[in-house]
């Protein structure tokens, strides 16, 4: 089984069997708190800790795709986000996945997706219409987080050849 990830304050997981998704994609937000994103973020790993583990234990994961995080100099949003500092905190909230899923499991294969080669840019209708043609019953509404998360996953999954 294989899990893929869109990061962030509203993180978007998807649950892979036999290269299809098994269902429709889970997110979890951070609780709306006027706390530090140091607390906040582990308020979401604490979240996601239990729920991870359950999906690590009931589907015998053996691999993770997650979107990388890039900044794009010819992107006036991608240089808004990293003045802004969001750049950095989903860099940071990647990293604490990728050691949550060490601890859970240090098996677990992690690969990091980068958004150009997966998405590049297009926009979200156009990755949700062609994810709708391969998976029909999944795409319907789906967030933007889930519909990322499909997307991540199936790009991952025609990269490595599984």
Known sequence: MLLSMDIGNHTAICVWENNIPIAKPTTISLPKQENSKEQNH????TNVEHFLKTQIDIFKV???????????????RSQTAAKQGHTFWVAYLVGGYMELFRQLNPAIEIELVNVLHWRGNLPLT???????AKYPALTEKMNEHEVCS???GHFGISQSHI
């Open 62 to 76: 053996t691999k993770v795709f997650i979107e990388g995080v890039g900044l794009w100099g010819h992107s006036a």
């Open 150 to 152: 499909v997307g991540i």
């Open 126 to 132: 156009v990755i949700k219409n062609r994810l709708k």
């Open 42 to 45: 582990k308020i979401m790993l």
